[in-house]
């Protein structure tokens, strides 16, 4: 960990607001400075001021370059897996960083002092090495790494690879993350003893003892996963992490959904007929109050 790293980028100029250039002071700490912007119905923020990190390999970096014109949803991360990765913290700076050098085509939005091209892999890797310095802890930003290095092989735009090369990250990337949900399906179902047309059973669980099927599920959700990653070339760490989450953390990725859903109806449900609503949740509450007396009653 070496937050020294991270230090104060100072502002751009602005011809237009006469705002001369504040340059980098790397004595001063870093300074997050953060404007919420509602664009179209999302949440962003504009950044006061530029952080600057000095890479090992690419040296100072810069970002944002236009801080006028620079918008950031701070970590990118759904809003159903905030509980593992929240949207700030220690990782904010890094993610802030990375924000700025992934970039549109011939819009780069971060300054390299040296004079760098910084293509999306090595963005990745800058925004790994940022969050050790950062003193993020070592799981999250190994699952923030892997997350952001998936998200590269599939879109495979910013990366100078070649098109071959490219499709086969791609591929690579989407099918390892639907074999290994099938997989998962198929394992649950085995687990309940459920027969599903069309869905095999899995040799390693199979018609055994129920604890003998789980300790098979759970060693079949390590082994696949790291399997698979050897397929994923340079990106195999991110590969592992990738599948054993998802494997072991797709039953609370499912329950997640079916709550999140419910969430979404009951909240569309009480703004478009309020009174109904109101209605529903006092019979609701009067029949479970109901219940409960009939429960307590000695028969």
């Known amino acids: 960990m070496q937050p020294a790293r991270f230090y104060d980028g100072g502002v751009d100029a602005d011809a237009d607001a006469g705002q001369p250039e504040v340059p980098p002071d790397p004595g001063c700490d870093a300074r997050i400075e953060l404007v919420r912007v509602a664009e179209r119905g999302r949440e962003q923020f504009a950044m006061s001021r530029r952080i600057a990190y000095r890479d090992r390999h ?106 071959a090369l490219a499709w086969r990250y791609r591929v690579t990337a989407a099918l390892t993350v639907v074999l290994i949900a099938s997989l998962g399906v198929c394992a649950s179902f085995d687990l309940f003893d459920v027969a599903v047309p069309g869905i095999p059973q ?44 998802l494997a072991l953390l797709l039953h609370v990725t499912v329950a997640l959904l079916a709550l999140t859903a419910l969430y979404q109806v009951l909240e569309r449900f009480t703004a478009r007929l309020p009174r109904v609503a109101l209605a529903l949740a006092i019979g609701g509450t009067v029949v479970v109050l109901l219940a409960f007396a009939a429960v307590l009653v000695p028969r």
Not at 91 to 117: C, E, M, N, Q, W
Request: aromatic fraction near 8%; hydrophobic fraction near 45%; charge should be neutral.
């Open 202 to 245: 899995l040799p390693w669980m199979g018609e055994r003892p129920w604890c003998v099927e789980l300790v098979g599920g759970l060693s079949g959700a390590v082994v696949l996963p790291l399997a698979t990653a050897l397929l994923w070339g340079p990106f195999r760490i991110a590969g592992a992490v990738v599948g054993l989450s």
């Open 58 to 163: 690419l040296g100072e970096l810069l970002v944002p370059r236009r801080t006028r014109t620079f918008r950031s949803d701070l970590t990118s991360v759904p809003a159903l897996f905030t509980w593992l990765v929240p949207k700030t913290g220690e990782h904010l700076p890094a993610t802030l960083l990375h924000d700025g050098l992934i970039h549109p085509p011939g819009d780069p939005t971060y300054t390299s002092t040296d004079g760098h091209v910084v293509l999306r892999a090595e963005a990745d890797r800058v925004l790994r090495d940022a969050m050790a310095d950062s003193g993020t802890a070592l799981i999250r930003r190994w699952l923030i790494w892997s997350a952001v290095a998936t998200a590269t092989m599939l879109d495979g735009r910013g990366t100078g690879w070649s098109k």
